[in-house]
C-alpha cells in the first residue's frame, strides 16, 4: 500500500525529482532497458509512489514528453512562426541560436525520442501522437496563413522531415561530430543554422508565400 503523506520535497518536488530521473535512465537504456526500480532509487523515493503518480511507465514518458511540448510553445512557438524570420537574417539567426540554446539543455530528451522514434513498438505509437499535436498547436498560430488542406499536409510533412528531425539530430549528435571532423563548435554551429535556413526557411516561406 502506498504512503499518501507528502514526500520530502512535496508532492510537486516528488514528481519532478521522477521525471528527472526517468529521463536520465530512459536516455541511458532505453525505455525498454529502463527499470521502475532504478528510476525509483535515482529519484529518491518508492516504487510504488511512481506507480501512484504516474500508473505505469509508458504514462511517465508521456508526462515527460507533454511537458517538453507546454515548455516549447510557451518558449518559442511564437517566434518560431514570426514571418519576418524570413525578411530579416539577423532576427532569424537569433531565433536559431535561441532555439538550439533551448534543445541543447535537452539533450536527453532529444536522444529519447530518437531512439524511440525508430522502433516498430506501441511507445513509437504515443511518441508521434505527440508530435502530431505539437505539429497541430504549432500550425494553429499560423492557420490563417496555411488554409488549404494538401498545404497543410505538405506543411506537416516539411516541419517534421526538413525542420524537427535535422534540430534534433544535430542536438543529439553535434558533439561527435566535433571530435570525428575536428570542427569547433561555433563553426559547426554557424554552418548548421546557415544551412538550416537555407533550407528550411526559404521553403516554409515559399508555402507561406504560395497562401497568401
Known amino acids: 500500500m502506498v504512503n499518501h503523506e507528502a ?5 510537486a518536488a516528488a514528481k519532478e525529482r521522477i521525471r528527472d530521473a526517468a529521463l ?31 500508473e505505469s511507465k509508458e504514462k511517465l514518458l508521456d508526462a515527460i514528453f507533454q511537458g517538453s511540448v507546454e515548455e516549447v510553445l510557451a518558449e518559442l512557438g511564437p517566434e518560431l512562426h514570426d514571418t519576418r524570420i524570413f525578411e530579416d ?10 532555439l538550439l540554446d533551448f534543445l541543447e539543455q535537452r539533450q536527453d530528451l532529444l536522444r529519447i525520442f530518437l531512439m524511440e522514434s525508430m ?12 508530435i502530431a499535436a505539437l ?4 500550425f494553429s498560430l499560423v492557420d490563417s496563413q496555411i ?9 506537416r510533412v516539411m516541419e517534421f522531415f526538413t525542420g524537427l528531425i535535422p534540430l534534433f539530430s544535430y542536438v543529439v549528435h553535434h ?35 504560395t497562401n497568401k
Open 7 to 11: 514526500p520530502e520535497g512535496g508532492v
Open 24 to 54: 536520465r535512465v530512459f536516455a541511458e537504456r532505453g525505455f525498454d532497458g529502463a527499470r521502475v526500480d532504478e528510476i525509483a532509487k535515482r529519484a529518491g523515493v518508492n516504487k510504488a509512489l511512481i506507480y501512484y503518480y504516474y
Open 135 to 138: 505539429l497541430d498547436r504549432l
Open 147 to 155: 488554409a488549404r488542406p494538401e498545404d497543410m499536409e505538405r506543411a
Open 175 to 209: 558533439e561527435i561530430w566535433m571530435k570525428a571532423f575536428g570542427m569547433d563548435e561555433a563553426r559547426l554551429r554557424a554552418d548548421f543554422v546557415r544551412s538550416f535556413i537555407d533550407a528550411h526557411f526559404t521553403a516554409t516561406e515559399m508555402l507561406y508565400k
Open 89 to 98: 537574417e539577423a532576427a532569424a539567426v537569433a531565433i536559431m541560436e535561441r
Open 119 to 130: 522502433k516498430r513498438s506501441p511507445v513509437n505509437d504515443r511518441i508521434f501522437i505527440l
